[in-house]
DNA sequence: TCTGGGGTCCTAGGACCC
DNA sequence: TCTGGGGTCCTAGGACCC
């Protein structure tokens, strides 16, 4: 039997929560960006979007479209504090939620709602609740896939409701441009446009026609698509904790620069941060990258591996700058950034290595046969492989 | 038009081991 | 000495999303 899922998705989330603090701007063109810089629309209000004001928008320009769009620095605590308050709201009506970013999540509500005879009006009390009690408005999308309820929200904002039914995909996804689709970006998008592809309805012939060219041109994601265009993909609500992968912060300089000094003192900044995130988080990293940024917009990444995974300042900073030394090589730079990759918990760290503390010295040979099989069986493990540690020891660490 | 800052995932090539 | 092929790990880059 397929699946009841919702995608719930706040409508213009920032723009509402500033409404809610200062009233007068409902009904106002307001733009939620930095202003500085390069600074670009991080979100805005629709009567902005009648202008023709939109997300990633450089601010300047979106103020000659709207001259009199009132422009606000975000105010990210309050945004988390009311994403918090919506999450606990849904709760209330399903346990199984995913949360896909601050503003919208999944919901697996089969249970829920196949009770329930008008799913329309179910949901109408549901938004005017949130509304009401948190002061959000949200629209939300009902299907018997992920993706599908995705897709479904997008298609009538605010406060709308979309229904798709598996048997109503080819009439509802088919007509919308081929932009649209989940996962299909400004790059692949006019890719397909010049093979003649500029519907969903289109793709969903290429896709169908079993061509081993279409399939060779979408690799691993040729699949994905051909279940997800079809009504099929994943159903499944993840209702794990977010937990992230990777801390990193970014910064784009006042001017571009070419100094290593100056750069480097952006570097120390940006690895505090990431170490007391970090730390905050109770996370270590095996990986510490740099990102720079070039004047013509190309991104240089390097990463270097440690010996041990850290989320201490001083290593991250060192590694951060090490990396500067050696790949700045009189470029422009307009931005730089650290991350701390490959995360895990500290904790889980510690386990990992004290099995493997308990070997002597003198039975590292008798049990590298051992230690080669526990080496196979964590394959796939972000831990420390056991050949790294008999290295260390080796070494006399 | 001229492009922030936070992430995730995939791919491809080289090093290295057996 | 000069050679094949499978497998994994690591790194860099790119596409995408919010």
Known sequence: MSKIILHIDLNTFFVRCEELINPSLEGQPVIIGHSGRGGIVSTCSYEARKYGVHSGQPTFKALELCPNAIVIHGHYELYSRKSKEFFNFVKQYSKIIEKASVDECYVDMTEQLSKVK???A??????????????????I???????????????????????????????????????????IGKK????????????????????NSDEPSVKQAFGKFYYVIKDWINGYGSDEVDVEPWDPKSIGHSTTFVSDSTDFDEIRSYLKDLAKEVSDEAKEKGKIGFNVQLVLKTNEFKTINRSVKLQKPTNDFETIYNEASILLEKNLNGQEIRLCGVTLQNLIYASDYVEQ?????????????????????????????????????????????
């Open 141 to 183: 999308g009902v299907a018997p896939t992920k993706f599908l309820a995705k897709m479904a929200s997008d298609m009538k904002k605010p406060m709308g409701i979309t229904i798709i039914r598996r048997r109503d995909v080819r009439k509802m996804l088919d007509p919308l441009p081929i932009s649209s689709f989940y996962g």
């Open 118 to 120: 008008d799913v329309v």
């Open 353 to 397: 290595l004290s099995i493997f503390d308990n070997y002597e010295d003198d039975e590292k040979n008798a049990t590298r046969d051992l230690i080669r099989e526990l080496n196979r069986k964590m394959k796939g493990a972000k831990f420390m492989r056991a050949s790294d540690i008999l290295k260390e020891k080796r070494n006399g660490h």
């Open 188 to 207: 692949t998008a006019p890719r397909l446009e010049a093979m003649g592809v500029k519907t969903i309805g289109d793709l969903a012939k290429l896709i």
């Open 122 to 139: 179910y949901l109408k009390e549901f938004q005017n609740k949130l509304l009401q009690t948190i002061g959000l408005k949200c629209s």
